[in-house]
């Protein structure tokens, strides 16, 4: 009754004051009595997630994180619960064994959307566990080698795909949408048991559209999830027509699967290991085509992203890219000859696969794990449990505190030249270290060193005038924003 006593308009004046005063408690509560309250960073950052989230929307937030090292130092403070660490020593203290206790990965970050099945990447420790050990089958050494003729395959495909499109040097062609294709055909096979057939048609499979337009969306979910209510109101207002879409492509990748497992389960590639456990484990279709999913994701635009880089630097660095070449053209004497094994003992070449990792690491943010119950020691620091913690890969590998003129593709820098030995290597760290680090680094190697070398076996290399400053202007929302990477290809005359 005191209360309609107090009128409409008295009422709505009173709801925003209650508003102010409790957004301003909680930013002083943030400021002065929160845990990390003594670690430095904007205040902005410090008292709300908005400056972190205004920074994720433009797609800024890596190379913002590398100022903020610079002007607040190697510990930042870059959300009220959440840290940014520039020491090489965090990569071990946070992903390296520990015995109290292991950092989780931050559910809302890893799964904004509550409800969707859980998969390699994102599950919770023992699962995790479960799925790393059975699927590790596929990604070993002896499996490499029983997926290479299929790999070959589609490399093959890609040469040939280049040498008719290239116009004998006269036309351009886009070599990150190549190796795009390229990487999500071999990861479609070995994941689905099929291919997209993008080499082969020349164009991306709607499936894989479907997943860059679902992974762009992905830092407007990681942003929602900051904001509950928002959340809810956005996913009510979403077109229907995007939901069905979603469903649609779900549902492909369900028929893909049951496809795969029509052939059987003994056929090497990154699934036969889960559909051995099926029906011991009680694996649903659905959680099947979840980490099938992942492995597409995961596998082929980390792989593409890192060749389209280590080609631009090349292009743009002539004396790495004369010395690359005449490694490759002076080490075999036929192209058959390029294979897994003869790649995998060119120093060059891995060197500047090395360099193209560091300066365009294709995971360039910092993916966030939760400090253990107790709390733990990061860098010399004790950080209390339950705070957010990350390395921003972009930021520590451009730091002049680690690396010796970061900003320039040096390859040199992985031989053991002297000019670079106070570089802390341990910093590097693009497939992350610890139990849940990349399982597919052997393959993303085979791919990268495989595709350059037949690459500058075949074809004399020239950036074209648009892509000059490809990768300067180029934004992160949890990938690279990548343009068309124009270049001129001349095939080798023999
Ligand atoms: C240059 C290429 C690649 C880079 C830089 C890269 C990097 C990474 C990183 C940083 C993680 C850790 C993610 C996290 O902490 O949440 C990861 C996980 C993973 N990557 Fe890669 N990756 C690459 C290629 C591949 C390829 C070709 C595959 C094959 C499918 C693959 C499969 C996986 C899987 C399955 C995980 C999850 C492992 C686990 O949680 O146990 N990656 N990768």
Known sequence: MALLSLGFGNLVVLGIASAFLYIFGYAIYNLYFHPLAKYPGPLLMRATRLGYCQRLLKGTMPFDVLELHKQYGDVVRVAPNELAFADPQAWKDIMGHRTGGEFEKWDKFYRPVEGVPTDIVNAGREEHGLLRRTMAHGFSDRSMRDQQPLIKGYI????????????????????????????????????????????????????????????????????????????????????????????????????????????????????????????????????????????????????????????????????????????????????????????????????????????????????????????????????????VVAIHQWAMYHNEKHFKDPFSFHPERWLNDPTFGDDRKEAFQPFHLGSRNCLGKNLAYLEMRIILARLLWNFDLKIAADSVDWMEKQKIFNFWDKDALNVYLTPRKF
């Not at 116009?167 to 990150?176: F, I, P, Q, R, Y």
């Not at 596998?299 to 005449?326: M, Y």
């Not at 070449?349 to 990792?357: K, N, T």
């Not at 709390?375 to 209390?384: D, K, L, M, Q, R």
């Open 156 to 387: 093959d495909l890609l040469m040939r795909r280049l040498t008719e499109n290239c116009d004998d040097g006269k036309k351009t062609v886009d070599l990150a949408a190549w190796y795009n294709f390229t990487t999500f055909d071999v990861i479609g096979d070995l994941a689905f048991g099929e291919g997209f057939g993008c080499l082969e048609k020349s164009e991306y499979h709607p499936w894989v559209k479907n997943l860059f337009k679902m992974a762009s969306a992905g830092t407007i979910f990681q942003i929602m999830s900051h904001y509950p209510a928002l959340m809810k109101l956005m996913l009510a207002l979403a077109p229907k027509s995007l939901m069905e879409e979603h469903e649609k492509h779900t549902e492909n990748a369900k028929d893909k699967l049951r496809r795969r497992m029509e052939m059987g389960q003994d056929r090497a590639d990154l699934v036969e290991g889960l559909l051995k456990r099926k029906d011991e484990w009680g694996l649903t279709i659905d959680k099947l085509q979840a980490n099938s999913a992942i492995l597409i994701i995961g596998g082929s635009e980390t792989t593409a992203t890192l060749l389209a880089g280590a080609t631009f630097l090349l292009a743009t660095n002539p004396a790495a890219l004369k010395k690359l070449t005449e490694e490759i053209r002076s080490a075999f004497e036929s192209e058959d000859e390029i294979d897994y094994a003869s790649v995998s003992v060119l120093p060059y070449l891995l060197a500047c696969l090395d360099e193209a990792l560091r300066m365009y690491p294709p995971v360039p943010t910092g993916l966030p794990r939760v400090v253990p119950k107790g709390g733990a020691s990061i860098a010399g620091h004790f950080i209390p449990e339950d705070s």
